[in-house]
């Protein structure tokens, strides 16, 4: 496996005879693999920090359900007025 960079700075981790065909075409030139290894690290942390977005909007939606279900279920004036007060504040966040 070779890691090679284009003048576009598109980066290539390929097999050895295609790296050859690439970097004779004079486009591509051979570079060393941490290269690769910065962008693929970066591309994981972002995707991992996207699907912390997305699992925390889902769980805020879900305690916003659970907190809905519980003040239809109470009974007591302030226990509803404390939910009341706990929902309208965290949809305001």
Same mark, same amino acid.
């Given at each position: 496996?070779?890691? +090679?960079?284009?003048? =576009? $700075?598109?980066?290539?981790?390929? /097999?050895d005879?295609?790296?050859?065909? *690439?970097?004779n075409?004079? /486009? &591509?030139?051979? +570079?060393?693999?941490?290269? &690769? %290894?910065?962008?693929?690290k *970066?591309? $994981? ?5 996207n699907?912390?977005?997305?699992? !925390?909007? !889902? %769980? *805020?939606?879900h /305690?916003? /359900?659970?907190?809905? $279900? ?6 007591? !004036?302030?226990?509803? $007025?404390? +939910? ?6 965290? =949809?305001?966040?």
């Open positions: 496996m070779k890691t +090679i960079k284009n003048a =576009k $700075n598109e980066i290539k981790r390929i /097999d005879q295609q790296a050859e065909i *690439f970097v075409s004079g /486009d &591509w030139k051979y +570079i060393p693999k941490n290269e &690769w %290894k910065k962008i693929r *970066f591309t $994981n942390e972002s995707e991992k920090i699907e912390e977005k997305n699992t !925390k909007g !889902k %769980k *805020f939606k /305690d916003l /359900d659970e907190l809905q $279900n519980q003040l239809s279920k109470t009974k007591s !004036k302030n226990k509803k $007025n404390t +939910i009341e007060r706990i929902i309208k504040k965290e =949809k305001n966040k």
